[in-house]
């Protein structure tokens, strides 16, 4: 059981959720499910989900039916994040900056490179 407890831990610092399960199969599959964290605004991501971000992790966009991918292209921990979206027209970089004790949106810098 206190192995359990353990990789639950570890679950919630990776991915800023606590994972849920009983068995050793259902928390790694909750800790894999929360790897990928879906929102549909990418400019309002909570302080947990900034904090369990680490550098290469996944942000999903949901919009309509449509998902973009944003992946966390720079990350120093409660200094500042970067989430980088690319498709084949546009590259979007939307910035955080960790203020006052709080994950805060900065600005979206998007750049254009094919039209």
């Known amino acids: 059981m206190k192995f359990i407890e353990t990789l639950k831990d570890l679950g919630e610092k990776i991915t800023g959720v606590r994972p849920q399960g009983r068995e050793i199969n259902d928390v790694l599959e909750s800790i894999a499910n929360s790897y990928n964290i879906e929102v549909t ?9 900034c904090d369990g971000l680490q550098c290469g992790g996944v942000v999903i966009k949901v919009t309509g039916n449509q998902k973009h991918r944003y992946i966390v292209s720079y990350k120093e921990d409660k200094v500042g994040m970067c989430l980088t979206y690319t498709d084949a027209s546009v ?3 939307v910035s955080y900056d960790y203020t006052n004790k709080n994950w805060v949106y900065n600005s ?3 750049t254009h490179i094919a039209e």
Do not use: G
């Open 41 to 49: 605004d990418i400019t309002a991501l909570t302080n947990a989900q």
């Open 108 to 110: 979206t810098d998007v």
């Open 91 to 93: 590259v979007e970089t």
